[in-house]
């Protein structure tokens, strides 16, 4: 098992890195999108991010059901998780334990056979938010980026489209 967290702010290169870090991998290459489409502009970047992947990329969409999509991987096929933010935010609209399912998260991500690559979004180092909800997913993230970070092999941080080795 390898496991890479790359870490970053919105527009960092998070994305794309973690991507050309699949590809340098032997396909084929399994991408397991977490966005769900609610409105036009989501629709969009969903398909500038399809585009601009290869063929040789298999989609499997998981906005909830992360940790089965991951035990259900082969351990011969690497694998991107695009992203970590976006499933956190779909299981709290959804009302979910957010702490117990980070961690039967953290927990699958460690037991994963596969070769991956997990992105997730920095998201503590601005203002603290203004409302509870915010205050709530800030925090929940946080949380669910060092248990990720921890079972990681290789942690990234991305900063202006550059990779910072953080560990490993």
Not at 21 to 43: Q, S
Not at 85 to 90: D, Q
Not at 103 to 108: D, F, H, K, R, S
């Amino acid at each position: 098992m390898s496991l890479t967290f790359v870490l970053g702010g919105a527009r960092s290169g998070k994305s794309r890195h973690a991507e050309e870090l699949v590809e340098r991998l032997a396909p084929p290459w399994t991408y397991i999108a977490t966005a769900e489409a609610h409105d036009a502009e989501m629709a969009e970047r969903i398909a500038l991010h399809r585009s601009r992947r290869p063929a040789d990329w298999h989609t499997l969409d998981a906005p909830h059901n992360l940790a089965a999509a991951l035990a259900g991987l082969s351990a011969d096929r690497p694998a991107l998780v695009d992203c970590l933010t976006l499933w956190l935010t779909n299981r709290m609209l959804a009302g979910a334990d957010v702490a117990a399912e980070s961690a039967a998260l953290a927990a699958a991500l460690g037991a994963c056979e596969a070769p991956l690559v997990v992105v997730s979004n920095e998201v503590g180092l601005g203002i603290v938010p203004d409302n509870a909800l915010a205050r709530r997913f800030r925090d929940a993230q946080g949380r669910l980026n060092q248990m990720v970070a921890e079972k990681a092999d290789r942690v990234i941080f991305m900063v202006a489209g550059l990779p910072m080795r953080v560990k490993g």
